[in-house]
Nanobody, 112 residues
Framework: QVQLVESGGGLVQAGGSLRLSCAASGSIFSINTMGWYRQAPGKQRELVAT???????TYAESVKGRFTISRDNAKKMVSLQMNSLKPEDTAVYYC??????WGQGTQVTVSS
């Protein structure tokens, strides 16, 4: 059984930074693609960033140059460093493993 637990969300002013973390249980972490998605009120869940087991990363155009995804296979953790945050980044952020397992989400609110 795989469980994903996010942490690190909160309230920040525009231009600020937050770092989200996702801790995974189970023995398959190192062989899977991990990702962060987000869902704003009234909108569909959307891709933020992904990282493969070989550390290849992809980003949504809206976050390129501002967000950085990373992973630590030994600690079974994936992180999302978010800089230069904008009000439009406000959403619930979800960690996912292969789009099969999902965390409970963590709220990020960016005030203008």
């Amino acid at each position: 059984q795989v469980q994903l637990v996010e942490s690190g969300g909160g309230l920040v002013q525009a231009g600020g930074s937050l770092r989200l973390s996702c801790a995974a249980s189970g023995s398959i972490f190192s062989i899977n693609t991990m990702g962060w998605y987000r869902q704003a009120p009234g909108k569909q869940r959307e891709l933020v960033a992904t990282i493969t087991r070989t550390y290849t990363t992809t980003y949504a155009e809206s976050v390129k140059g501002r967000f950085t995804i990373s992973r630590d296979n030994a600690k079974k953790m994936v992180s999302l460093q978010m800089n230069s945050l904008k009000p439009e980044d406000t959403a619930v952020y979800y960690c996912t493993m292969e789009l099969r397992y999902w965390g409970q989400g963590t709220q990020v609110t960016v005030s203008s």
